[in-house]
């Protein structure tokens, strides 16, 4: 008999190793971060206790959260404000966006914003949080493509409690 020997089998330590490194790397990574509902949670209970209005839809912010995390990209019922202007919004917030029907259930989200932490080359963005009816909220989510961390905030952006990174 006659048998063909197996091309891989000289690679498969190198590859087998490769792999575990790799394991190894995303594990540690994924380990020093908690669940986002921990994280939104435990944020929502900062927020308490320095007399701040809490969120009162965490698992909708869980949900943004896990959004961004994995597409680094907002949910589509997110529309800019310039957008929502060129659509026919006020651009005032006692107006709501529904008003216009093209944005019927649309907030708005990923406008451009500064804050102190911001480090050369970073772009942070905001998303409107509760909004009701197409009625703005004082509730925003701060992010940043570049970094995990986020922050929120709950009085327009007079102050901003971060929310850990989370998975």
Excluded at 3 to 25: D, E, H, I, Q
Excluded at 30 to 40: G, L, S
Excluded at 120 to 138: F, I, N, Q, T
């Amino acid at each position: 008999m006659h048998f063909r020997r197996n091309t891989l089998s000289g690679s498969f330590p190198k590859f087998a190793a490769l792999s575990f490194l790799v394991l190894l790397t995303s594990t540690t990574y994924a380990a020093d971060k908690i669940n986002c509902d921990a994280a939104v949670h435990e944020t929502n209970q900062q927020l308490e206790s320095n007399n701040n209005k809490p969120v009162n839809d965490e698992a909708g912010l869980v949900k943004l959260l896990r959004t961004l995390n994995k597409d680094d990209v907002l949910p589509v019922q997110y529309v800019t404000t310039e957008y929502a202007k060129k659509q026919g919004w006020s651009g005032n917030p006692q107006d709501s966006l529904w008003k216009v029907w093209v944005l019927n259930k649309k907030e708005i989200g990923g406008d451009s914003i500064q804050i102190p932490e911001q480090k050369s080359g970073e772009k942070w963005y905001s998303a409107d949080l509760e909004s009701v009816r197409g009625l703005r909220s004082a509730k925003r989510l701060i992010y940043s493509p570049q970094r995990q961390e986020r922050y929120l905030t709950t009085n327009d952006n007079a102050s901003r409690i971060i929310i850990k990174a989370c998975i």
